[in-house]
C-alpha cells in the first residue's frame, strides 16, 4: 500500500496472489472514496478473509522522500 505520509491519503497499491482481483477492487474503491492509511487502520478485519490483510498492515516498510527514479534494467 502506497501511503502519501503528508496526508495519510491512500495512492495505490499492488498486490500479487490468487485472490488479488477481488482485494484491488476493494482498493480501488477506498482510493475513490479518498480513504486514508487511518480509515484502513481503524477497520474492523473480518477474520478468516483475504481481505483482512488490508487493514493489517499497520507500519511502514519504507518510507520515500522526494522523487525516485526506476533502475536502469540495462545497467551493470
Request: charged share 20%.
Given at each position: 500500500?502506497?501511503?502519501?505520509?503528508?496526508?495519510?491519503?491512500?495512492?495505490?497499491?499492488h498486490?500479487?496472489?490468487?485472490?488479488?482481483p477481488?482485494?484491488i477492487?476493494?482498493?480501488?474503491?477506498?482510493?475513490?472514496?479518498?480513504?486514508?492509511k487511518?480509515?484502513?487502520?481503524?477497520?474492523?478485519a473480518?477474520?478468516?478473509t483475504?481481505a483482512?490483510?488490508?487493514v493489517?498492515?499497520?507500519?511502514?516498510?519504507?518510507?520515500?522522500?522526494g522523487?525516485?527514479?526506476a533502475?536502469?534494467?540495462?545497467?551493470?
Amino acid at each position: 500500500i502506497l501511503v502519501d505520509p503528508a496526508t495519510d491519503k491512500l495512492l495505490g497499491c499492488h498486490l500479487l496472489g490468487p485472490d488479488t482481483p477481488e482485494l484491488i477492487q476493494v482498493m480501488a474503491a477506498c482510493m475513490m472514496a479518498g480513504a486514508t492509511k487511518t480509515n484502513l487502520d481503524d477497520t474492523f478485519a473480518v477474520h478468516p478473509t483475504m481481505a483482512e490483510e488490508l487493514v493489517l498492515f499497520r507500519k511502514p516498510s519504507e518510507i520515500v522522500e522526494g522523487e525516485r527514479q526506476a533502475p536502469d534494467p540495462l545497467a551493470g
